[in-house]
C-alpha cells in the first residue's frame, strides 16, 4: 500500500538531500546539462477568455461530438495560468533547471484587426511566468504556434491562408518585443508534421480534412514560410536570440523487411514526416520524396523559401516511438504510409512502443546532415519532449492509482540511456525536457491519457509527485544516472 500523499509538496525527498550513491555505474553527463519539463498552454492552462468566448479551433473542436475520445474537454485543465506558481515551485523541488511553456496565441489575438497591448492581463501572466522562472534559474523554452489557431483565423482558412503567416509574424514580434529578455530558447512551430498529419490527413485535428495531401502538403509549405518570418522577426528584434522548432521524429521500419514495398512505405514516410521539414531549414528549399512528385499539384509546392536557409539556430527533437510500416495497396497512395500495428517491446497505454534505440540511432544517425550550419557551426540539440503515458479516467480522486508508474520509470531511464550512449558517441545534446511535468490534456485523446511526472486529480486539481518524478529529480540532481537497478517489469 502506497501512503496517501496529502500534499505533494512535502512528500518528495529530493535527490541532493539524501545520501551520495556508490560511485560506480555513473552515467554522467555533461557539465551545465539542461534537466527540464515541458507543456503547452492549451493543454494545462484552462485560460478562462479562451474557454468562454471559444477563441481557438481547439475550444471549439472539443465541443464538437465524437472529437474527443473520452469526450472531456480542456475547459479546466490544470488551470495552470492561475497555478503556474504551483508547478513551477513543483519543478524546481524536482531539480529542474529548464522549463518549456508555448504561448496562448488565440487568447491574444481574439479578432481580426486585434491591436496587440503592453498591458494585456494574457501577456503579463506570462511576462510574470517568465521573470518568476528567470528568478529562480530556470533556462526558458517558449512556443509560439503549439498547434492552437485564433478561430477567427482557422475559419478563414488557417495555415492555408495567406492571412495567417502575416498575423504569425506580427504576433511573433509583439512578443519578441515584450517578452524577448526572458526567453532563452524560441521555438516557432511545434512539431509542424505532427499538426499536418493530424488535421489534414488523419482528420483527427482541426482543421479536420481526411486525406487532402494537397491541402496538407500546402500547409507544410506555409508553416515554412511562417517560421522563417518569425525567426526573422526575432532576430530583429533579439540579435542573439536562439530561434529553431520542435520536430516530432519517428522511428520507421518495414513491417517485413525483405518486402519492397513494405521498404518503399518506410522511406516515404521517413523523407516526409521526419526530414521534408528539417531538410528545408537547413537547405532553404523544401523537396518531397522522389515518388510523390509524380502528382504534378505535389511538384508544384517544390520550392525554395527565400530567407530560409540555416534558420535553424539549434535543433529541437520530439521522440517517443517507432512505427512498423507496410504497404497497402489504395488510392490515393498513402504518401505518409500506412502504419501497421506491430510492436515488438513493451508499449504504453496509447499502444507506443517504448523504442529507446531510435533515440540514439536519431541523434547518431539520422541527425548527421544538420548538425552544422552552413557556415560550419555546431548546431546545438535540446529534446525538447519525450515521454510515456498511462490511461486513468479523468474523474478519479483519490487513492493510489497510477502513483508507482514503473512503466514511465523505465521508459524515462531506457531514453535517457541512450541519450548518454549518443553523447559518448559526439552527439551535441545539450538539454533534455521530458514530457510533461503534470498530467494534461491530450489533444483527441482527451484528459485521460496521462504524461505527468506528477499527478493531477483533475476534479480537485490536486498535484502529487509519481514515482518517475523522484527518478527524474534524483537524475537532475546527479547530473546522470547512478546505481540505476533494472526497473521491473510489472
Ligand atoms: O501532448 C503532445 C504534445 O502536445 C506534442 N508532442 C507530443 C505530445 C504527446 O502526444
Given at each position: 500500500m502506497i501512503p496517501q500523499q496529502k500534499n505533494s509538496q512535502e512528500s518528495v525527498k529530493i535527490a541532493s538531500e539524501a545520501a551520495p550513491p556508490e560511485p560506480r555505474d555513473v552515467f554522467s553527463f555533461p557539465e551545465g546539462f539542461l534537466w527540464g519539463v515541458a507543456n503547452s498552454h492549451f493543454q494545462v492552462e484552462g485560460h478562462p477568455g479562451e474557454i468562454t468566448n471559444r477563441l481557438s479551433d481547439w475550444a471549439m473542436w472539443t465541443t464538437l461530438d465524437g472529437k474527443i475520445l473520452d469526450r472531456s474537454?480542456?475547459?479546466?485543465?490544470?488551470e495552470f495560468f492561475k497555478r503556474y506558481q504551483e508547478d513551477i515551485e513543483l519543478a524546481q523541488k524536482l531539480n529542474m533547471n529548464s522549463f518549456r511553456i508555448s504561448i496562448n496565441w488565440p487568447a491574444m489575438c481574439p479578432e481580426p484587426g486585434h491591436e496587440y497591448r503592453k498591458d494585456d492581463p494574457t501577456l503579463l501572466v506570462y511576462k510574470e511566468m517568465l521573470i518568476l522562472l528567470k528568478e529562480r534559474g530556470f533556462k526558458t523554452f517558449l512556443t509560439l504556434f503549439h498547434f492552437c489557431l485564433p478561430n477567427w483565423l482557422a475559419e478563414i482558412g488557417?495555415?492555408?491562408?495567406?492571412r495567417t503567416l502575416d498575423e504569425f509574424e506580427r504576433f511573433a514580434k509583439f512578443i519578441a518585443e515584450e517578452l524577448g529578455e526572458y526567453v532563452d530558447f524560441w521555438l516557432t512551430i511545434n512539431e509542424p508534421l505532427a499538426y499536418v498529419y493530424q488535421g489534414?490527413?488523419?482528420?483527427?485535428?482541426?482543421?479536420?480534412?481526411?486525406?487532402n495531401y494537397l491541402k496538407g502538403f500546402e500547409c507544410v509549405r506555409n508553416l515554412l514560410i511562417g517560421h522563417q518570418r518569425a525567426h526573422k522577426v526575432i532576430h530583429d528584434v533579439c540579435p542573439e536570440a536562439k530561434v529553431s522548432v520542435t520536430h516530432h521524429w519517428m522511428k520507421f521500419t518495414p513491417r517485413?523487411?525483405?518486402?519492397p514495398m513494405d521498404r518503399l512505405v518506410c522511406h516515404m514516410r521517413d523523407g516526409i514526416f521526419n526530414h521534408s521539414f528539417m531538410r528545408a531549414l537547413h537547405t532553404g528549399e523544401l523537396t518531397f520524396p522522389l515518388i510523390s512528385l509524380i502528382d504534378h499539384r505535389v511538384r508544384k509546392l517544390t520550392c525554395k523559401i527565400p530567407g530560409l536557409k540555416d534558420t535553424l539556430d539549434f535543433i529541437g527533437v520530439n521522440y517517443y516511438t517507432r512505427q512498423f510500416c507496410e504497404f497497402e495497396c489504395k488510392w490515393p497512395l498513402e504518401f505518409f504510409g500506412a502504419k501497421s500495428n506491430m510492436v515488438e517491446n513493451e508499449t504504453s497505454g496509447l499502444g507506443w512502443e517504448s523504442y529507446p534505440e531510435g533515440l540514439y540511432d536519431l541523434l547518431v544517425h539520422e541527425l548527421r546532415p544538420y548538425r552544422t550550419d552552413h557556415k560550419g557551426a555546431l548546431r546545438e540539440i535540446y529534446i525538447t519532449e519525450n515521454g510515456h503515458a498511462g490511461i486513468f479516467e479523468a474523474d478519479l480522486v483519490e487513492g493510489d492509482w497510477s502513483l508507482e508508474d514503473h512503466g514511465r520509470v523505465r521508459y524515462l531511464k531506457s531514453h535517457l540511456l541512450s541519450l548518454y550512449k549518443a553523447i559518448t558517441r559526439g552527439a551535441n545534446v545539450k538539454g533534455y525536457l521530458h514530457w510533461s511535468l503534470t498530467d494534461n490534456f491530450e489533444w483527441a485523446e482527451g484528459l485521460r491519457a496521462r504524461f505527468g511526472l506528477v499527478r493531477v486529480?483533475?476534479?480537485?486539481?490536486e498535484r502529487t509527485m509519481r514515482k518517475s518524478a523522484k527518478v527524474y529529480a534524483e537524475i537532475a540532481a546527479h547530473n546522470g544516472i547512478v546505481n540505476h537497478p533494472p526497473e521491473q517489469r510489472q
Open positions: 474537454t480542456a475547459d479546466r485543465a490544470c488557417g495555415w492555408n491562408n495567406e489534414y490527413i488523419a482528420g483527427t485535428w482541426p482543421p479536420g480534412y481526411n486525406m517485413n523487411k525483405f518486402n486529480s483533475y476534479p480537485t486539481l
